[in-house]
């Protein structure tokens, strides 16, 4: 079975050290993601492979380096004290290698760099479509990597490296990340069409505080800010429902179901009834979106001039001329 080791069949530790580590970089992969998820079936989704081939990789990782990493808790599988030990080194080997990939293809000419970037699924509609385009109008050869997410994974994905950058709100406080604020976006109150405050010019929240509310689960940026506007406004929102998108959130919203605190939408809801937007008074109600990335980043060449080119875009500094921006070929 995977957790009954072996270890009378590890290899001597020269003949591993010379050619074992290079065979196992895929059993590294499904080590790493086994971190992550905590199940085997999340680690083969990760990497796309079958959980029977994931599990064959995780043991004879085991059985060649002739160490237990790894034993089953109840349904969980958890790493043990040797397997956390090796865990940074796994990663680290896997981000190295996916940055080499990376450089390679730049020089090689067959791509003129990667961005690899994550977002809020608010961001998704118009804005960071919108950059890119813009962004590519210069640099037509360069390709991108996109992962949408709540706020929270956007900042796991970068701490994990899978990402060069992100953005996100509220800015993350920890030290291991650099940010910059690049817009402040209104925070509006969501209303249903035939809402009794739908036609108001603007509304107090306190004014709504017995109305049922859609709110975001733990880990979205937008729950932290509208808990908040709320706490200011003297009560604690009636969450009814809870959601992880703001797709969702209009949708409930136009189905009559509550009301939500949220950005501008830049599409129209034609879901149900539809949904009205109303300024907030008496309040501060925005979110500050900033551009984040790593204090200590490898990051491509790529991924630099696009940071480089959004904080000029949004400093209305529109020149493109800094060297170290300039990509090959």
């Given amino acids: 079975m995977l957790f009954v080791m072996e270890t009378g069949g590890a290899r001597d530790l020269d003949e591993l050290l010379d050619h074992g580590v290079r065979s ?3 059993e590294l992969a499904v080590f790493v993601g086994l971190a992550d998820w905590s199940t085997l079936t999340g680690a083969a989704d990760r990497v796309r492979i079958g959980q029977p081939t994931a599990s064959r990789m995780l043991a004879r990782l085991q059985r060649e380096l002739g160490l237990e990493l790894v034993r089953r808790e109840g349904r969980n599988i958890v790493l043990t004290p040797v397997g956390l030990r090796l865990l940074p080194f796994a990663r680290r080997s896997l981000e190295e290698f996916q940055h080499g990939i990376l450089e390679a293809r730049e020089e090689s000419g067959r791509s003129r760099g990667t961005v690899t970037l994550s977002f809020l699924h608010t961001l998704g509609a118009r804005f960071v479509p919108e950059l890119i385009a813009e962004f590519r109008a210069d640099h037509p050869g360069v390709d991108f990597v996109l ?14 490296r899978e990402v060069d950058l992100a953005f996100v ?15 402040a976006q209104e925070l509006l109150l969501t209303v249903p069409a035939g809402h009794w405050v739908a036609s108001r010019k603007s509304v107090d929240l306190s004014e709504v505080q017995n109305e049922d509310f859609i709110v ?14 709320c706490r200011q406004a003297g009560f604690t929102p009636r969450a009814r429902f809870q959601v992880q998108d703001t797709t969702t959130a209009r949708g409930v919203v136009a189905a009559g179901l509550g009301v939500a605190i949220l950005p501008h939408s830049d599409q129209k809801v034609a879901v149900g009834r539809g949904c009205r937007e109303i300024p907030i008074s008496g309040a501060l109600a925005q979110r500050q979106l900033v551009l984040t990335w790593l204090t200590e980043p490898r990051i491509t060449k790529a991924s630099l001039a ?11 500094d529109r020149e493109r001329t800094a060297v170290d921006d300039q990509l090959p070929g």
Avoid: H, W
Wanted: glycine content about 8%; aromatic content about 8%; overall charge positive.
């Fill in 306 to 316: 696009f940071r480089r080119f959004v904080l000029s875009r949004f400093a209305g």
């Fill in 24 to 26: 196992l970089l895929p």
């Fill in 216 to 229: 975001f689960t733990p880990g979205v940026g937008l729950r932290s800010l509208s808990d908040t506007l």
């Fill in 169 to 183: 709100s509220p800015a993350p406080s920890e030290s291991m990340y650099i940010s910059k604020t690049i817009q």
């Fill in 147 to 160: 992962m949408q997410d709540n706020r929270e994974n956007c900042l796991r994905s970068l701490g994990r």
